[in-house]
């Protein structure tokens, strides 16, 4: 059976009442408000025809599933793809329409807010940085 990030965003679409959610990962501890209006404007802004995923890349092609906007009805449509490793990639393959945001095409603060802390010296070295 399916477990892990995939397996809660599957689960959350599968009981959202709304058109759209948000998924963030537990492991960003900077996420910002404000970062999260930037992505839900790339929504807002596909007048025609909107994408299944809003999904943030870096500058070195790195993609945050984990804190992206997915249309609820393009997860759901494609939940039976979703091989049994649960690859945000490989799932967001699947999908016909995704908006890969680049990073620099965006605000700083999403920069911040995408940040992952998977360490205590990872820990340590953002929290000197937010002192500075």
Excluded: K
């Amino acid at each position: 059976s399916l477990a892990g990030p995939l397996a809660g965003l599957l689960s959350a679409c599968e009981a959202a009442p709304t058109p759209w959610i948000f998924a963030v990962g537990c492991d960003m501890p900077l996420l910002d408000p404000r970062a999260v209006r930037e992505l839900w404007t790339r929504v807002a802004n596909h007048a025609e025809r909107a994408p299944e995923a809003v999904v943030p890349v870096s500058r070195r092609g790195r993609r945050e599933p984990l804190h992206a906007f997915y249309r609820r009805s393009g997860v759901i449509s494609h939940r039976n793809s979703v091989s049994g490793e649960g690859s945000f990639n490989a799932f967001l393959a699947e999908f016909d329409h995704v908006d890969y945001a680049e990073l620099n095409e965006l605000p700083q603060l999403i920069r911040l807010s995408t940040t992952n802390i998977n360490t205590v010296a990872e820990l340590e070295h953002v929290t000197e940085r937010q002192r500075e």
